[in-house]
C-alpha cells in the first residue's frame, strides 16, 4: 500500500521557521519525483515545491523561492520542506506527493497524495 506521511507541521510566529519532511513507503522511492502542496481555507491547491527522482531537478514556486527549499534522501525514502521567514499567508495545510513523471511534479501527474500537515503562521 502507498504511502507518504508527513510530520514538522505546527505553529509557528511570523519569521520563523519549519521544516516539513515526508516518509514514504510502499512504493519504489525512485521512480518518483517528489513533492510539496498546499491548501488555505478557501483557497485552491497550490505548487509549492518539487525535486526529480535523482534530487538533482529542484524547482520553488516563483514567489516561495526566496524563503522555501526542497530535498530529498533516497537512502531514508524521505523529502522534506525547509520553510524560512513564514508570513500569515503561508498557513495552509501541506501536503505531501509523489510524481508520476519521475523529473519534475505536475499536479495533473500526482500518483500518491499524504494525508496532509497543518501549517499555522500567527503571532
Known amino acids: 500500500q502507498e504511502q507518504l506521511v508527513e510530520s514538522g507541521g505546527g505553529t509557528v510566529q511570523p519569521g520563523g521557521s519549519l521544516r516539513l519532511s515526508c516518509v514514504a513507503s510502499g512504493f519504489t522511492f525512485t521512480s518518483y519525483s517528489m513533492g510539496w502542496f498546499r491548501q488555505a481555507p478557501g483557497k485552491e491547491r497550490e505548487f509549492v515545491a518539487g525535486?526529480?527522482?535523482?534530487?538533482?531537478?529542484?524547482k520553488i514556486a516563483d514567489s516561495l523561492k526566496d524563503r522555501f527549499s526542497i530535498a530529498r534522501d533516497n537512502d531514508k525514502n524521505t523529502v522534506s520542506l525547509q520553510m524560512n521567514n513564514l508570513q500569515r499567508e503561508d498557513t495552509a495545510v501541506y501536503y505531501c506527493?509523489?510524481?508520476?513523471?519521475?523529473?519534475?511534479?505536475?499536479?495533473?501527474?500526482?500518483?500518491?497524495w499524504g494525508q496532509g500537515t497543518q501549517v499555522t503562521v500567527s503571532s
Open positions: 525535486v526529480g527522482w535523482s534530487g538533482g531537478m529542484r
Open positions: 506527493a509523489a510524481g508520476s513523471h519521475p523529473y519534475y511534479v505536475q499536479e495533473r501527474r500526482i500518483a500518491f
